[in-house]
């Protein structure tokens, strides 16, 4: 079956032009890299011509990333292959009939955690357009997030039916999972091993050379289409166990009335052969695209693929949504931390006005997808209490979901309030004065809730502030310091 596929990939000779859909956190870096590399003639960066992401089209072609984080190297490197000409963006999607290889990189959420039906709406559309304009030997590549099966299952089938062509015989199809991160991402598809999958010995082939050349330090790993679903959902899926396991020893901490971050660096001190005790950081909650659902991709992919062969405990949860519901709560649990370190100033969470800082969901970044800082918005606002946001990097013009009236502008948003919660660790935040800060809040005592560890206890007891902060035992019960404002 493979032999015909193996025919038309020779004729066409190596990968030169190649289409990447979706231009976000993950298509944008990976088309500029894929311009850039030797033996590529051009990358096409396809963008549908929306209301609400149709302006990336000019900016990009423009040299002008729409990505307004601290992304080292993006800017220069988008310059570099608009000029050169080795990069457009377009709506056009008929072009993808002269790509040698087209890549998908567009979001994969869940509808609804409780029933793990994900929408695929999004992704099918592309699914679609790559397929109506399909030509034998096209290398097509899934890179986003999805549930195992997806491959060889959904993205087959749609891909066989709009393009009349069969995949292994007539075009390759692949699946090669994006492992980066905000604020770097042009660093990690370089240096990150990358785990390619394909339906078939030569569509894996094809797409190993495909990636090859944007790789630095990162080496390829083969493996089947489904080996390689199952590894992005469990390696993001482990990850958000990890700082489950944070979490909940922050509150243990707190309830016992320690410091987390003592006993943090008390259990990475053990090291040796064979030791690993990978501790990760607590915090008010875990937000982004993918650790916020890519458990239940994991958890429907062995639904759909092999329950029947699945031995485990029977009427246990799994761990891994164990550790998802915990993560959940931790702005739940920021909220009890706001309404005691009110109540300590002698004041309720009803009438109260509250200074929300940070709406991205990571530190020094405009990415706000799934943001812990909303479900704390809604509940205190459901508490009766005013909420103002500050963040300096979120553009409420371009940001989908953003509160009314978020702000760029610090001291307004501090001014008059009862309390501060710090949920992202911008850098704007660590060098706030406590002074100066319950000056604008024109109280005298202001609470702080600190969800990042970004300000110092003492300092901010010192100056009068009723501080609480996440797995701080060892200071959430102190004593309130009586000064005049």
Not at 71 to 94: H, I, M, N, R, W
Request: hydrophobic share 40%; with cysteine.
């Amino acid at each position: 079956m493979t032999t015909n596929l193996t025919s038309l990939i020779k004729q066409r000779g190596p990968i030169r032009t190649i289409g990447v859909f979706g231009m976000g956190y993950v298509g944008i870096p990976a088309a500029l890299l894929f311009a850039n590399a030797p033996g590529t003639e051009h990358v096409y960066g396809f963008q549908r011509d929306s209301p609400t992401s149709g302006y990336k089209i000019a900016m990009l072609n423009r040299g002008e990333s729409p990505l307004k984080g601290e992304e080292p190297g993006l800017g220069d490197l988008l310059k570099k292959v608009v000029s050169a000409g080795t990069f457009s963006c377009t709506p056009d999607f008929s072009k993808v009939a002269g790509c040698d290889a087209v890549t998908l990189a567009i979001q994969t959420p869940f509808r609804d955690k409780k029933d793990l039906l994900p929408d695929f709406t999004p992704l099918i559309e592309g699914i679609r357009n790559v397929g109506r304009h399909l030509t034998p030997g096209t290398l097509v590549v899934l890179e986003s997030t999805i549930t195992p099966g997806t491959t060889a299952g959904m993205a087959r089938e749609i891909l066989e039916a709009e393009s009349g062509l069969v995949a292994g015989e007539d075009f390759a199809l692949a699946h090669a999972p994006e492992r980066v991160m905000v604020g770097r991402l042009l660093r990690n598809i370089r240096e990150h091993d990358r785990c390619v999958g394909g339906i078939d010995e030569v569509s894996t082939r094809r797409a190993v050379e495909l990636y090859s050349r944007v790789l630095t330090t990162g080496q390829v790993i083969p493996m089947t289409a489904t080996a390689a679903e199952v590894t992005k959902t469990a390696e993001n899926t482990f990850r958000d166990l990890q700082i489950a396991a944070i979490n909940q020893l922050a509150l243990y901490c707190e309830a016992m009335g320690i410091n987390v971050y003592d006993v943090r660096a008390g259990v990475a001190s053990l090291k040796g052969e064979g030791i690993t005790r990978a501790v990760l950081w607590p915090g008010a909650g875990v937000g982004g695209h993918c650790l916020t659902k890519d458990t239940y991709h994991l958890e429907r992919g062995v639904q759909q693929l092999g329950p029947d062969d699945l031995d485990y405990p029977t009427g246990r949860e799994s761990l891994y949504t164990l550790a998802r519901g915990i993560n959940d709560f931790m702005p739940v649990h920021m909220l009890r931390l706001t309404e005691s370190a009110l109540a300590q100033a002698g004041k309720t969470l009803e009438g109260a006005k509250i200074a929300l800082l940070g709406w991205a969901f990571i530190n020094d970044s405009d990415d706000a997808r799934n943001t812990p800082s909303e479900p704390f918005y809604e509940m205190a606002r459901a508490a009766g209490a005013e909420v103002r946001v500050h963040d300096p990097w979120v553009d409420p013009a371009t940001a989908p979901d953003v509160p009314a009236g978020l702000s760029r502008d610090l001291e307004g948003v501090l001014e008059g309030a009862d309390a501060v919660v710090v949920f992202a660790g911008h850098k704007e935040y660590r060098g706030l004065v406590p002074a100066r800060v319950r000056e604008l809040c024109g109280c005298a005592h202001p609470a702080i809730i600190d969800g990042r560890n970004v300000v110092n206890p003492d300092v901010w007891i010192d100056a009068g502030f009723a501080y609480r902060g996440i797995g701080r035992g060892d200071k959430n019960r102190h004593i309130i310091e009586k000064m005049a404002l």
